[in-house]
């Protein structure tokens, strides 16, 4: 009889608890943590089995999944004291956190030791579309582990792409990605407060700009939850400051020049150092609103 397969997941907060929910009700049992106990509730609701460490969970599943906050925390969960490195039954390890290329080499280099192998497969799309399974996911690790881990990226994400054997250059696929995204919502926001200054119509330009050639995915569907007012794409603004001062941290290691970007990682710094962290990251919205003088927002929606 076939021993039943047993995945685990790290890290249950708006992204990662949206592609854990992926991976309920299949044909293998998984197990959690999250350091936040609530979080784990639902997934036991749903069959899924909480732990109280990584290492636990290491113990328990051979493939291990990983959505975590920041390059300390991944760190801390995959090499601590109470890392998947200590598990006796994993056998590799999913980083799906943006981290950045050499905390990947990291932990990749500390999981090899124990004869874990390390996937590096960081996702772009956002909550919502985490929770549709149609995320894009970016993977780099060695072409036959990568196999046996590719039907469980399937059910978490529509897109794969594979962008090389070594772990390190999905995390530089990811950083350049998050960086122009940062770069085109600060480039909309600016845009679109001009016109509102105007006297457009916010949704009218939104129209305009998707059906043009200044479109971007930033501007014209992620900043709608602006212009809507509703302000709720489920990614922190802290967590968008910390992708573009890791981008800018690495793309200064390759010595290259990013004047325009930097300008826009001010502007989100700006924002995080003013309190807004905790809040949406459409909510630089708001930010460029004040420093203009203006309001962005559809004339049906709620002004606030």
């Known amino acids: 009889m076939k021993k039943p397969l047993n995945v685990g997941f790290l890290g249950l907060g708006q992204m990662g608890g949206a592609m854990a929910e992926r991976l309920l009700g299949k044909e293998f049992c998984l197990h959690v943590h999250d350091p936040m106990p609530p979080a784990m509730a639902p997934f036991v609701a749903a069959g899924a089995v909480a732990h109280d460490s990584p290492k636990s969970v290491a113990d328990a599943a051979t493939i291990v999944f990983a959505c975590l906050p920041n390059p300390e925390t991944s760190l801390s969960v995959a090499s601590g004291p109470q890392g998947v490195v200590h598990g006796s039954a994993i056998k590799v390890y999913v980083e799906m956190s943006t981290?950045?290329?050499?905390?990947?080499?990291?932990?990749?280099?500390?999981?090899?030791?124990?004869?874990?192998?390390?996937?590096?497969?960081?996702?772009?799309?956002?909550?919502?579309?985490?929770?549709?399974?149609?995320?894009?996911?970016?993977?780099?690790?060695?072409?036959?582990?990568?196999?046996?881990?590719?039907?469980?990226?399937?059910?978490?994400?529509?897109?794969?792409?594979?962008?090389?054997?070594?772990?390190?250059?999905?995390?530089?696929?990811?950083?350049?990605?998050?960086?122009?995204?940062?770069?085109?919502?600060?480039?909309?926001?600016?845009?679109?407060?001009?016109?509102?200054?105007?006297?457009?119509?916010?949704?009218?330009?939104?129209?305009?700009?998707?059906?043009?050639?200044?479109?971007?995915?930033?501007?014209?569907?992620?900043?709608?939850?602006?212009?809507?007012?509703?302000?709720?794409?489920?990614?922190?603004?802290?967590?968008?400051?910390?992708?573009?001062?890791l981008g800018l941290r690495d793309a200064d290691a390759l010595n290259i020049e990013m004047p325009v970007i930097e300008q826009a990682g001010r502007v989100w710094h700006s924002a995080f150092e003013a309190g807004w962290g905790d809040q949406d990251f459409t909510t630089i919205l708001k930010l460029i609103e004040q420093k203009n003088g203006t309001l962005v927002r559809r004339k049906t929606s709620s002004q606030t």
Do not use: H
């Not at 956002?126 to 549709?132: H, L």
């Not at 129209?207 to 479109?215: E, H, I, R």
């Open 99 to 245: 981290i950045g290329k050499a905390t990947i080499e990291q932990i990749a280099a500390s999981l090899k030791s124990r004869a874990i192998n390390t996937i590096d497969a960081p996702v772009t799309g956002g909550p919502p579309v985490a929770r549709a399974g149609k995320l894009t996911i970016m993977v780099a690790g060695e072409a036959a582990v990568l196999k046996t881990v590719w039907p469980l990226l399937a059910m978490i994400g529509e897109k794969i792409y594979t962008l090389g054997d070594e772990p390190g250059m999905a995390q530089v696929m990811k950083v350049v990605n998050n960086l122009i995204l940062a770069a085109n919502m600060i480039v909309a926001c600016e845009g679109l407060s001009m016109g509102a200054k105007a006297g457009l119509d916010a949704d009218m330009m939104l129209q305009v700009l998707k059906a043009g050639s200044g479109q971007s995915f930033g501007g014209c569907e992620i900043l709608r939850r602006g212009v809507d007012g509703t302000f709720d794409f489920g990614a922190a603004l802290s967590t968008c400051d910390k992708d573009v001062t």
